[in-house]
Structures are given as structure tokens and as C-alpha cells.
């Protein structure tokens, strides 16, 4: 018995090649309820769009793409570690005549509950934000296909991280 493995589409293993609208619009379905962020690469082979702005905007949607909450979910996890060890050091009393390990157990427990629920939700922020700045921007460069002059990028001006920005 042959296993069989599920992709994004089935018919598709390669990136999605962008020639109209209609292609574009593909970019913006969700793989599975399961997967909403995961998307497919893009290549921009548009007639009417230089080979340069092709580029510029690919190199845009890959960089958006590419976007994984990491280094928000770190942030995230640093974040809640420092404020949690601010607390214990100004709540505690710095003497251990009173010390008892059943007394560590709650607030241990509390304490791992909050790092993993800080870092899930600064991975999810980031990754919502990611999501909405890439639809964003397929609806940029959709408005740019059907005729848009002023969604043409000007590859001279100076971009943020390496991504033109219309």
C-alpha cells in the first residue's frame, strides 16, 4: 500500500506562476483550516511588467512568505521571563527559614504555563500580522495588473529589510 502525502495542491509542487489576476488569486486560498499562514512561492511572469519589477515584487511576497514569529515569539518569551523574575524577587522575602517545596509547585507550574503561552502568542501575532501584510500586498499587485500606474515600484528608492515598498 502506497502512502500517499497531502500538499498545499496536489497538482502543484513547484511555485505558482502569476500571469493574470486570476492566478494571483490563488495565492490568497488557504491550504487547510489547519494551515492558514503556509502559501505557495510565487513567480511573476506578467507580459506587461518588466522583468525588474517582476522581481521587486516577488522578492516582496517571498520576504512576507518567509515570515515565521520566531523572533516575536522569543521576544514574547523574554518578555514574560524578566517581568516574572521582577515579580518573584520584589514579592519574595529573602529569608529560607520558611522554605517548603510544596509551596514551588504552583508557582512553577504558572511560571512554564506562562513561557510557552508568551511564545505561542507572539509567534501567532507575528504570523497574523505576516498574513495580513502578504494578502495586502497580492491586492497591491493585483490593483497593479489590472492597470494601476501608481503601484509601479521604483527600484531606486530605498526599501525597509531588503522589500520594496510601493
Known amino acids: ?14 511555485p505558482v506562476v502569476i500571469r493574470s489576476e486570476q492566478d494571483l488569486l490563488e495565492l490568497l486560498q488557504r491550504e487547510s483550516i489547519l494551515h492558514p499562514f503556509r502559501k505557495p512561492q510565487a513567480l511573476i511572469l506578467v507580459p506587461q ?5 517582476a ?22 518569551l523574554a518578555v514574560f521571563a524578566i517581568a516574572s523574575v521582577a515579580y518573584i524577587l520584589r514579592t519574595s522575602s529573602l529569608s529560607n527559614s520558611d522554605f517548603n517545596a510544596d509551596n514551588l509547585v504552583l508557582p512553577s507550574a504558572i511560571f512554564l504555563g506562562g ?8 509567534k501567532l501575532l507575528a504570523l497574523s500580522v505576516a498574513i495580513i501584510r502578504y494578502r495586502r500586498t497580492c491586492f497591491e499587485l493585483k490593483r497593479r495588473l489590472t492597470g494601476d500606474p501608481a503601484l509601479i515600484l521604483d527600484l531606486a528608492t530605498p526599501t525597509t529589510l531588503g522589500v520594496p515598498h510601493p
Request: one cysteine or more.
Open 1 to 14: 500500500m502506497a502512502v500517499r502525502f497531502h500538499s498545499w495542491r496536489p497538482d502543484r509542487f513547484g
Open 49 to 53: 511588467m518588466d522583468h525588474s519589477e
Open 55 to 76: 522581481a521587486a515584487w516577488e522578492n516582496r511576497l517571498e520576504h512576507l512568505r518567509q515570515q515565521c514569529g520566531c523572533t516575536a515569539g522569543a521576544i514574547g
Open 115 to 122: 513561557l510557552i503561552m508568551s511564545a505561542a502568542l507572539g
